[in-house]
């Protein structure tokens, strides 16, 4: 404690102090006394939040008296950059995700506030899942991970509407066989860990752009909806597993739906799904067309 033949000394020499020293000065652990003190000087929001951002230490003064005194801590502000990855992160994706996206638009000549408004304008209006292109850019990211981990890619097999017979077309005299319905499948690739749709909307090559065409996701793969829905060909649907309840809840409303069916969101390919036949329905219910997002 100072000695109290000192304390009139002390606090004159602490009022001829400019508010800025006075700052530096306060004691975190006599922060109460001092607030106390210096009302009339500092405003109590000032004193507040400086004292959030200080750290105490102590110094020796004349070989006899320890006083403890509080310094600012240097804050450490987020780049834009950080911002950026920040952004991403909160979206529910991966660090080196946000860092795959981040390190893209830099090669495109990107940087600092220019970075972090592209990357807050491709992703759209959240609120009603409409993208504006960072799913893309984040699903490019994600396959050129996949290619350097050395993940597996997986090949299926598509069959379109029309070459095969469904069960609502199980009498029709223009029913195809197997052979058929084979020679009119196309060939389709991804990597594992991506859904049937992700193939769909980001794959490469001419397979998934076919495939594109055919499945839609209207709710951007939240299974709200019941446009990527598709039909398992033979045992892979026992290869691929049941869906669960808040699947099958969106596959009874789709279009014709059959014991195999599944939505395309909700098939993530794996080594043991190569060579899958998956067959694509004539139609698709669109639940989505009637929400008034504009009401």
């Not at 006075?22 to 975190?28: G, K, Q």
């Not at 952004?87 to 830099?106: K, N, T, Y």
């Not at 055919?214 to 597993?241: F, N, P, Q, R």
């Not at 195999?260 to 139609?283: A, N, Y």
């Amino acid at each position: 404690k100072i000695e109290s033949s000192n304390n009139n000394t002390f606090k004159q020499k602490r009022m001829r102090q400019p508010r800025s020293t006075l700052l530096r000065i306060i004691s975190c652990q006599k922060r109460h006394r001092a607030l106390h003190t210096l009302t009339s000087l500092s405003p109590i929001s000032s004193l507040t939040e400086h004292r959030t951002r200080c750290k105490v230490f102590s110094i020796h003064h004349n070989d006899q008296t320890t006083r403890t005194f509080a310094r600012s801590s240097a804050t450490t502000e987020e780049t834009p950059e950080d911002k950026a990855r920040t952004f991403i992160l909160s979206l529910g994706h991966e660090p080196r995700i946000a860092q795959g996206v981040v390190d893209a638009l830099s090669k495109s000549g990107m940087s600092g506030g220019m970075l972090l408004s592209t990357v807050r304008t491709m992703a759209g209006r959240l609120e009603v899942g409409e993208d504006a292109g960072l799913d893309a850019l984040i699903a490019s990211v994600e396959q050129e991970l996949a290619r350097t981990d050395g993940k597996a890619k997986v090949t299926m097999w598509c069959v379109p509407p029309g070459a095969w017979r469904s069960e609502e077309y199980s009498d029709d005299s223009n029913g195809t066989s197997r052979e058929d319905m084979m020679k009119a499948a196309f060939r389709v690739e991804g990597f594992e860990g991506m859904s049937l749709t992700d193939v769909a909307k980001f794959g490469d090559g001419e397979g998934a752009s076919t495939l594109a065409e055919y499945i839609e996701c209207a709710c951007s793969g939240i299974m709200a909806c019941s446009t990527c829905h598709v039909v398992l060909d033979g045992d892979w649907a026992d290869k691929v597993g049941e869906p669960i309840e808040a699947e099958q809840d969106m596959i009874d409303l789709a279009y014709q739906p059959e014991l195999s069916s599944r939505l395309g969101c909700q098939i993530v390919l794996s080594p043991e799904l190569d060579g899958m036949v998956v067959k694509i329905p004539r139609g698709a219910n669109n639940l989505m067309d009637h929400i008034p997002f504009d009401g």
